[in-house]
């Protein structure tokens, strides 16, 4: 026996607590507040909270429904942990994926910073964007180092295999709650007699876009979590690499939309209250498609490296 109980009980609460915080978070964004969004009546779930992007509200419910998922996960290994002192296997697997959850946090910090500045920041003469952008890069550095000491700790001369698969597992929920949440307003927005006809193609289209790319994702890394890990076996690697590229064309493709239709006002942001109905304009300039071409094109790059790399990785493994 390994881990004390301080540690089985430490790892148990702190999943428990992420579970019902982040649970309650995902369940109100991501049930009420973003399929409605592009429903009749766009900010009733969300009138008395803030006045926010629909990018913003869809980033709440997947942060919260993924992180609710992942931590339902090690919350059950780490209650394993308690029952049976003698047993580290359980507590390993409740401390990694307190790891993952570490690392989906810093890379969401990362995102506000060259993505999703425009979310919380603004353009205009009492402009913050340098506020978010520097705050948000200090908090996924801070989430890192303090991510990274455990998992060495963790895993320093032992099999990487677990803590892999623990990535490839996270960044499956994350994709499938994105594909869920933007599919779920895509059939809301379809079904929405209210909007320009013209418009709501638009929207459509940008919504299914985010649904596809991210969705043929979550089918790759749920066939690379599935595959098993032995020696030799190149699957994996290829399909988490295919998954990455497959989310960097969608953020290309969404970019481009964004900026060919940036005249008509459609970026996803804000419900604009017009007479008894509502529209759907850009608030800000194109800070926001232009650096998803630029994001889009590195994760791209990124998924061929990892395809190539876990290929170079396999055949020195063979030599």
Known sequence: MKYANTSRTLSFLAHLLIVLAFGALGLYFGAFVVPEYFG??????????????????????????????????????????????????????????????????????????????????????????????????????????????????????????????????????????????????????????????????EINLLLLTVTLANLAAFVLLLLAWLNNFKKGNKLPGFMAGGAVIAVGIGLIIYGVLTIVWRDNGIHLNYALESGKNYVFGAKWGYGFPIMNLVVGAVTCALGGYIMIAGSKAELAKRA
């Open 40 to 201: 009749t009546d766009p900010k009733y779930f969300a009138e008395f909270l803030f006045d926010g992007a629909y990018l913003l509200y869809l980033e709440l419910a997947v942060v919260g429904l993924s992180f609710a998922v992942i931590s339902g996960y090690g919350l059950f290994h780490a209650v394993k942990g308690l029952m049976n002192p003698r047993d580290d296997e359980p507590v390993v697997k409740a401390l990694t994926t307190l790891i993952v959850e570490g690392w989906a946090a810093a890379i969401f910090f990362l995102l506000q910073a060259v993505l999703f500045f425009d979310l919380t920041g603004s353009n205009g003469a009492d402009s913050n964007l340098v506020f978010v952008i520097i705050m948000s890069l200090l908090i996924a550095i801070i989430l890192l180092i303090a991510t990274n000491i455990p998992m060495v700790k963790l895993y320093d001369g032992k099999d990487q295999k677990p803590l892999l698969r623990g990535f490839i597992g996270g960044a499956m929920v994350f994709t499938c709650a994105i594909a869920l949440e933007a599919g779920l307003s895509l059939l809301v927005n379809a079904t929405n007699s209210s909007l320009n006809v013209w418009k709501q193609s």
